[in-house]
């Protein structure tokens, strides 16, 4: 599966370890989100594969992933759009987070999330393996949704949410 870069709280690398061991150790590492938004302003959601080892099937911000040791995080941000999703565009960080979840399958991410916005309108091509669907729904149906079926999105995505809208409608 490969290596994720362990990081302290301020985002300072301290080493390396096998992916599927920092999540069962719920040790803090690199992870970057990347958010999609159309030319009318609605965000791409994905629904991650069934087969993903942790909250399959849930639905979630466009991309997200873990950068390689020693690859740039927006380098890596941009090659796993291409991979997940099947088109690249360029991409911004706008902020990070840190957050920490157990989920019931023993793993736990402890994430120090650096999240990317970018825009796009092309043609989507999702890895099948990776994702099963995908839609553009605007953000205020996106937030009702969250809110009438919360177990329906990935706890990331309940944390990056709020602040991915506070982040939109400021800068609109």
Known sequence: MGKVILVDEQDVSIGTMEKM???????LHRAFSVFIFNSKGEMLLQQRALTKYHSGGL???SCCSHPH???????AATRRLKEE?????PIKKIFDFVYQVPFENGLTEHEFDHVFVGY?????EPDKSEVCNFVYEPMQKIRKRMADHPEFFTVWFHIAFPKMLNWYNSNR
């Not at 061991?21 to 040790?27: Q, R, W, Y």
């Not at 999703?85 to 565009?89: A, D, E």
């Not at 796009?120 to 989507?124: A, E, H």
């Open 21 to 27: 061991e920092a999540h069962a150790k719920g040790i």
């Open 120 to 124: 796009y309108d092309g043609k989507i």
């Open 59 to 61: 639905w979630t911000n």
């Open 85 to 89: 999703m099947g088109f690249t565009t």
């Open 69 to 75: 040791p020693g690859e740039d995080t927006l380098q």
